[in-house]
């Protein structure tokens, strides 16, 4: 099952809650760890049946009860979800969307991410609706989640910063740094469409920013804007029959593909290039060998790196390579759930990796590394440990991840 976002006429925190309690999902799943995040009490939630434009729909209104409500900074809302009992992997998954605006919000303000001072986004509606949201998403278990380009909207907006130009620097920041496709939105009123809540959300959790070529909609759940537009403000999320369904457990991971063809380095420099684009966060880097022009012998140098780490790898292209520039495209893969941990071997701890295969199988590999080290102190055999290590359980205090 997909879970798809069409977000025709704007993206935000409150129309994503909506559309998946009007798909469906119980207010208590979306209560229970608000509750236990100690929110319990201070707020109120209420999913109303409305219209917009004449079509109907659910909206979502959250309203604080707290007498005086605290100014939240993300170091304080971090420690407040981190302490919380919540199940790991939602956990996680809150924890990525606000770490996507304060990164956002300290790039745009020239600041560290531990000094930002969520003002909109620290408010008792935006926890409501980022946690009600993963909640509710893990509450579906889809096997991807994919977007729409969101509309970028136009004009300017008030905030506690002043009038800021639409879209909203933390905005534009974030879809820079997850490569997130924005809409023109001409022929729109001015105003803000989409808001760096909702942007932060689809930007973690969805997979791909297009729909299936071709689907079967199960369900559909609408959610309205509070705005009044010249045509229906509304969100739809729909549950997706694919043609193929993804294999369960598989999860589409984007990439960003950087490229140079080098004819000017020597194998000094250009191990020096693979060691720094590694070290600035590519997932992998390697060098083919190629005959370019003139008959001349020269390198294909390709890094693999997450779309918010591409600006990263860029500088270090341009001031360690010795390339006059790059190519980039957008592509991406199918990964398997996996977790760190250790083996525990009569001659050492190794290092291991256990991932998931979509049948529920689990595989183990120790680390390379951890290996020849306990070769060498042991005097057994790389095969000697394989074999040990397949022998003990794997340890580990880690969540599935990707």
Same mark, same amino acid.
């Given at each position: 099952?997909?879970?798809?976002?069409?977000?025709?006429?704007?993206?935000?925190?409150?129309?994503?809650?909506?559309?998946?309690?009007? $798909?469906?999902?119980?207010?208590?799943?979306?209560?229970?760890?608000?509750?236990?995040?100690?929110?319990?009490?201070?707020?109120?939630?209420?999913?109303?049946?409305?219209?917009?434009?004449?079509?109907?729909?659910?909206?979502?209104?959250?309203? /604080?009860? @707290?007498? +005086?409500?605290?100014?939240?900074?993300?170091?304080?809302?971090?420690?407040?979800?981190?302490?919380? +009992?919540?199940?790991?992997?939602?956990?996680?998954?809150?924890?990525?969307?606000?770490?996507?605006?304060?990164? &956002?919000?300290? *790039?745009?303000?020239?600041?560290?991410?531990?000094?930002?001072?969520?003002?909109?986004?620290? &408010?008792? +509606?935006?926890?409501? +609706?980022?946690? #009600?949201?993963?909640? &509710?998403?893990?509450?579906?278990?889809?096997?991807?989640?994919?977007?729409?380009?969101?509309?970028?909207?136009?004009?300017?907006?008030?905030?506690?910063?002043?009038?800021?130009?639409?879209?909203?620097?933390?905005?534009?920041?974030?879809?820079?740094?997850?490569?997130?496709?924005?809409?023109?939105?001409?022929?729109?009123?001015?105003?803000?469409?989409?808001?760096?809540?909702?942007?932060?959300?689809?930007?973690?959790?969805? @997979?791909?920013?297009?729909?299936?070529?071709?689907?079967?909609?199960?369900?559909?759940?609408?959610?309205?804007?509070?705005?009044?537009?010249?045509?229906?403000?509304?969100?739809?999320?729909?549950? $997706?029959?694919?043609?193929?369904?993804?294999?369960?457990?598989?999860?589409?991971?984007?990439?960003?593909?950087?490229?140079?063809?080098?004819?000017?380095?020597?194998? @000094?420099?250009? *191990?020096?290039?693979?060691?720094?684009?590694?070290?600035? /966060?590519?997932?992998?880097?390697?060098?083919?060998?190629?005959?370019?022009?003139?008959?001349? *012998?020269?390198?294909?140098?390709?890094?693999?790196?997450?779309? @918010?780490?591409?600006?990263?790898?860029?500088?270090?292209?341009?001031?360690?390579?010795?390339?006059?520039?790059?190519?980039?495209?957008?592509?991406?893969?199918?990964?398997?759930?996996?977790?760190?941990?250790?083996?525990?071997?009569?001659? #050492?701890?190794?290092?291991?990796?256990?991932?998931?295969?979509?049948?529920?199988?689990?595989?183990?590999?120790?680390?390379?590394?951890?290996?020849?080290?306990?070769?060498?102190?042991?005097?057994?055999?790389?095969?000697?440990?394989?074999?040990?290590?397949?022998?003990?359980?794997?340890?580990?205090?880690?969540?599935?991840?990707?």
């Amino acid at each position: 099952m997909e879970l798809h976002v069409d977000c025709p006429t704007g993206l935000a925190g409150d129309m994503l809650l909506a559309g998946l309690i009007d $798909l469906g999902v119980p207010l208590e799943v979306i209560e229970r760890p608000l509750i236990a995040l100690g929110l319990d009490g201070r707020y109120r939630l209420d999913a109303l049946e409305a219209r917009s434009g004449g079509l109907r729909g659910r909206r979502v209104v959250v309203q /604080g009860l @707290e007498p +005086d409500p605290p100014a939240r900074h993300w170091a304080e809302i971090r420690r407040q979800i981190q302490d919380a +009992d919540l199940d790991r992997e939602l956990q996680t998954q809150v924890l990525r969307v606000f770490g996507a605006l304060a990164d &956002a919000e300290a *790039a745009v303000h020239g600041c560290e991410a531990e000094a930002v001072h969520f003002h909109e986004v620290g &408010a008792i +509606d935006a926890l409501v +609706d980022v946690v #009600g949201v993963c909640a &509710a998403v893990r509450h579906l278990q889809p096997a991807i989640v994919s977007c729409t380009p969101p509309p970028m909207g136009h004009g300017s907006v008030p905030t506690a910063h002043g009038v800021l130009p639409v879209p909203a620097p933390a905005v534009m920041e974030l879809a820079r740094r997850h490569a997130v496709p924005l809409k023109h939105s001409e022929g729109f009123p001015p105003g803000e469409l989409t808001t760096p809540t909702g942007l932060a959300m689809m930007a973690t959790l969805a @997979e791909r920013f297009a729909p299936p070529s071709t689907f079967v909609p199960l369900a559909v759940g609408v959610g309205l804007g509070h705005r009044d537009l010249d045509r229906p403000n509304l969100l739809r999320i729909s549950r $997706l029959q694919v043609d193929a369904e993804v294999p369960s457990g598989l999860r589409w991971q984007p990439l960003v593909v950087q490229e140079a063809w080098i004819d000017d380095a020597s194998p @000094e420099d250009l *191990a020096w290039l693979l060691t720094r684009l590694r070290e600035a /966060g590519a997932l992998d880097a390697a060098v083919v060998p190629l005959q370019m022009k003139k008959g001349r *012998a020269a390198h294909a140098v390709t890094a693999l790196v997450s779309p @918010e780490k591409a600006e990263s790898l860029r500088q270090v292209w341009l001031a360690t390579g010795s390339s006059l520039g790059l190519r980039e495209r957008q592509q991406g893969r199918w990964v398997l759930p996996r977790r760190s941990g250790t083996l525990k071997t009569p001659w #050492g701890t190794l290092r291991a990796k256990q991932m998931r295969r979509p049948d529920g199988r689990c595989s183990v590999k120790p680390e390379a590394d951890d290996l020849q080290r306990l070769s060498r102190t042991s005097g057994c055999s790389i095969e000697e440990l394989r074999l040990a290590a397949a022998s003990v359980p794997f340890e580990t205090e880690e969540s599935w991840d990707w």
